[in-house]
């Protein structure tokens, strides 16, 4: 039975941030709000997007191709929607670079598009600093958090470590607890 009311929660344990890609057709124009950008490898399994658990991933198992994908968080400001954007290591590096050019992707004012106006096309993304003088971007949310309740994860059991040193990208993990086997 649920239980309702008329307050608002402080954590909803929700994602009250949306997922948005680029769109075929339109491009997607935001200002980057979170300091870094996250990542990790997942599966496109039962419809959806899903974090690669290996060693024991069943997606893994029924031999379903993975893709590294990244996610930040990012800001429309003609509409005020925050949300989390998702985009494959080819497009992230361009994040990166401005990152590593800019000491942070905050700020980062980014064009997204796809080659050929096509569905699975590409993702083209082109990044310059965003002109803040009439803007005040909203604080970035917990990146991980967000993915661990998008995932349904505990937030304990989620990391993020760096898969390579020169790099700064963080790469999430999930650490399910072990089961006591005696």
């Known amino acids: 039975m649920p239980t ?3 307050h ?3 954590d909803p344990r929700g994602p009250a ?3 948005i890609r680029v769109h075929a057709t339109r491009p997607l124009v935001a200002i980057v709000t979170s300091p870094d950008l996250v990542g990790c490898f997942t599966h496109f399994f039962k419809g959806r997007t899903v974090p690669c658990d290996a060693p024991d991933c069943e997606a893994c198992r029924e031999n379903l191709p993975y893709r ?3 996610y930040l968080s990012a800001y429309i400001a003609q509409t005020g929607v925050h949300f989390l954007f998702e985009c ?3 497009a992230a590096n361009h994040f990166t670079d401005y990152r590593d050019n800019h000491g942070t992707l905050r700020g980062c004012l980014f064009k997204g ?3 050929h106006g096509k569905v699975n096309g590409r993702v083209l993304i082109k990044c310059g600093p965003a002109d803040l003088t ?3 971007l909203p604080e970035p949310p917990d990146l991980i958090k967000c993915l661990s309740i998008l995932w349904d994860f505990p937030v304990e059991e989620i990391s993020a470590d760096r898969i390579e040193p020169d790099k700064k990208t963080p790469h ?3 650490n399910p607890p072990k089961e006591d086997k005696s």
């Open 134 to 136: 009439s803007i005040r």
């Open 8 to 10: 608002v929660p402080q």
């Open 113 to 115: 598009t796809r080659m």
């Open 68 to 70: 590294w994908h990244a």
């Open 172 to 174: 999430v993990r999930h």
């Open 88 to 90: 494959t290591a080819q």
């Open 4 to 6: 309702f009311s008329r």
């Open 17 to 19: 941030f949306p997922i």
